[in-house]
């Protein structure tokens, strides 16, 4: 594996990749997750598959556009996805969670037509959609670079703000935090996550990446800055088992990845299970 | 006039079509300590989240430190500790020293991460609920009068001018609310905070108060809390017509 890695320019674009969105994505996983957002994550990536949709349809049909990549207009489409959602809380203050529905269904109906428009499923699709070891191009590599460098530093800048809107938002209020520009930002940084995720994972298995190595370490973790770390480290196991696992038996990566995940999320569970029964037979020796 | 640090001129609101607050008038004068009693519904919570701007002014005036409260800003001077508090989600991971310190955010500013002398103001806050030696356990893991002192550390930690707090002994212990109200006492009369309470605690407040507004959509009673205990002993059951406006009102 190793070999093939220093032998194929390909490979090595795939793990890249896939160890920057090992961190990006369970790093704003964790702030979604406790904010209990976690579906914004889901109906931001069927925005972001209409964005692909359209992308690979003017490609086929517009000639000086056939080389565009897919990226752009996905994360396009997935920033004013957020914007949306943030408009649609603001209209329903006391059902927000109605938003993510209505964003995922018109992100899915969008990419419907398109897809028919595009005469059906090309590989490209099928590719964006559960992630893929070989089709991560140079070009790919150097946009989800700059997008781990943005989130790594906002989150770094902002990191007091982001806590303190996510443990108690009526607090940050009161404390005269720009709430709602704190918010924002976040926001668009999930969506530029989102779109750079799928080219490994796959869009339709995104959020799962943000969610799932969170969930586990949540089990574990004591610590708010623990959790994030733990996140990152469950996240980077999933993604690079999942790529090698993919490479040998020539699956989609997002299918592998998520399936790791599980596992060790299953695996953190069952491990406390059994701490809180050895726990109580060590006293009762005693 | 910065002996003046709330002022609250004809401030009504309602929610929808259901009025809470008519034309209330009342003044927070530096190192007052002022209790705010009155039955369920009686739109005390409002009048606080009025005043911390959490809900939009609708009618009348707030002035906080001599500036209206549209162009106030230092918030940082006021501490709050909400009714909520004790309910808060407790599975969110994270330390008592994250909460607490989390109570610095404004004041440390942008762009800039804690250091060591945040952590340390940070003990110093915890200290003074007694609950030091828990800055490194998981919040979850406290007893819900923990977690209230918790949140009553992190109002502290900005060594705000003003506290505001709303029912902040529900769900603490006996001797932790005496603790409690000492502690208030102690920020009140040697470091002339101004305290702003809302409790149903109606005879601690007496006994620590130094004024007492007593409210039911308008203000019923306002005077000082030795009247107020006066006033209680004479006619405990009919502490709620003791104004003439109060009774209009009802
Ligand atoms: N968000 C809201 N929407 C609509 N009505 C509300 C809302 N919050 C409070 N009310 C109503 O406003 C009135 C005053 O509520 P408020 O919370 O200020 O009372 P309170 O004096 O703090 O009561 P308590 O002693 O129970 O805390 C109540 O009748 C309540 O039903
Ligand atoms: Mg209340």
């Known amino acids: ?198 080219r490994v994972v796959g869009i339709l298995l995104v959020s799962s990446l943000m969610t799932l190595p969170v969930a586990a370490a949540m089990k574990i973790a004591k610590s708010f800055k623990k959790l994030i770390f733990i996140s990152i480290m469950f996240a980077e196991i999933a993604v690079v088992g999942g790529l090698i696992i993919s490479y040998y038996l020539d699956l989609a990566p997002g299918g592998s990845i998520v399936v790791l995940s599980i596992l060790l999320l299953l695996t953190t569970i069952i491990c406390r299970k059994i701490q809180a029964k050895t726990a109580w037979k060590g006293e009762d020796a005693s | 006039m910065t002996s003046e640090i709330v002022k609250i001129n004809n401030l009504s609101y309602r929610y929808e079509q259901n009025p809470v607050l008519n034309h209330l008038n009342f003044t927070l004068y530096k190192s007052d300590y002022l209790g705010i009693v009155g039955p369920n519904g009686s739109g005390k919570s409002t009048i606080l989240k009025l005043i911390l701007n959490l809900l939009t002014l609708q009618k009348g005036e707030i002035h906080l430190f001599g500036e209206s409260i549209q162009r106030f800003n230092d918030w940082e001077k006021i501490g709050y500790v909400s009714q909520k508090a004790a309910s808060f989600n407790s599975g969110f991971p994270a330390t008592v020293e994250e909460v607490v310190i989390s109570g610095l955010t404004k004041k440390v500013g942008m762009f800039k991460a804690f250091n060591d002398s945040h952590r340390k103001e940070c003990i110093k806050a915890l200290e003074k609920v007694g609950l030091s030696q828990f800055a490194k356990r998981n919040i979850g893991e406290l007893s819900g009068g923990q977690q209230q002192r918790v949140f009553i550390a992190r109002a502290l930690i900005n060594n705000p001018e003003l506290l505001i707090l709303d029912e902040p002994t529900v769900g603490i212990d006996e001797q932790h609310v005496k603790e409690f109200y000492e502690l208030l006492n102690e920020l009140n009369r040697k470091h002339a905070f101004t305290i702003l309470l809302v409790t149903h605690d109606s005879d601690f407040i007496t006994k620590n108060a130094t004024r007492i507004i007593h409210m039911d959509k308008t203000i019923t009673f306002d005077a000082s809390a030795t009247e107020f205990s006066k006033l209680k002993s004479k006619e405990m059951h009919q502490i709620y017509g003791c104004t003439d406006e109060g009774r209009k009102e009802n």
């Open chain 1, 1 to 198: 594996m190793i070999y093939d890695i220093l032998q194929y320019d390909f490979l090595q674009f795939a793990f890249l990749t896939g160890l920057m969105i090992g961190i990006i994505a369970p790093l704003l996983g964790v702030f979604i997750v406790v904010r209990r957002l976690s579906l914004i994550a889901d109906a931001l990536s069927h925005v972001t598959l209409s964005g692909i949709a359209l992308s690979l349809l003017l490609s086929k049909n517009i000639g000086s556009l056939a080389n565009l990549n897919p990226l752009y207009i996905g994360m396009g489409f997935s920033v004013v996805g957020s914007l949306f959602i943030e408009r649609l809380r603001a209209v329903y203050k006391h059902y927000q969670e109605l938003a993510i529905p209505i964003i995922l269904s018109a992100g899915i109906g969008l990419g419907v037509i398109f897809i028919s428009l595009a005469k059906g499923f090309t590989t490209d699709l099928f590719n964006y959609l559960f992630g893929s070891v070989s089709a991560v191009s140079q070009q790919d590599l150097l946009i989800i670079a700059i997008i781990t460098v943005i989130v790594i530093g906002t989150v770094y800048l902002l990191y007091k703000e982001l806590f303190l809107l996510s443990f108690d938002e009526e607090h940050a209020k009161t404390s005269g935090l720009k709430v709602n520009a704190v918010h924002f930002t976040f926001i668009i940084l999930v969506a530029l996550v989102i779109a750079a995720s799928m």
